[in-house]
Nanobody, 126 residues
Framework: QVQLVESGGGLMQAGGSLRLSCAAS????????MGWFRQTPGKEREFVAT???????TYADAVKGRFTISRDNDKKSMFLKMDSLSPEDTAVYYC????????????????????WGQGTQVTVSS
């Protein structure tokens, strides 16, 4: 059964850093585009960052310059390094995957992905 498992969430003070991980049980992980989304209660799940199968990346404006997405195909894992955290970053963060050759410009919506993890909570206190 295909699984995406997020880890690394927690409580952090504003200005701090966290590193999220997404472990994927995907047969051909390197063929998948991977993304991070986040959601707060009562709001739509929103795009955070994506990394294509060839390593290209793109970010939401709200996190550009603070967050860094990366992947390790050998370990079938994806990461999100989050720096300069603010209370506005508080959310449940979800890992997503799609076996696709699409470029990052087409990977910024929820509809672009068909595999999702269960999420990990990130809480940033002021």
């Amino acid at each position: 059964q295909v699984q995406l498992v997020e880890s690394g969430g927690g409580l952090m003070q504003a200005g701090g850093s966290l590193r999220l991980s997404c472990a994927a049980s995907l047969r051909s992980f390197s063929r998948y585009a991977m993304g991070w989304f986040r959601q707060t209660p009562g709001k739509e799940r929103e795009f955070v960052a994506t990394i294509s199968r060839n390593g290209a990346t793109t970010y939401a404006d709200a996190v550009k310059g603070r967050f860094t997405i990366s992947r390790d195909n050998d370990k079938k894992s994806m990461f999100l390094k989050m720096d300069s955290l603010s209370p506005e970053d508080t959310a449940v963060y979800y890992c997503a995957a799609k076996q696709t050759i699409l470029t990052v410009g087409a990977l910024t919506t929820r509809e672009a992905y068909d595999l999702w993890g269960q999420g990990t909570q990130v809480t940033v206190s002021s």
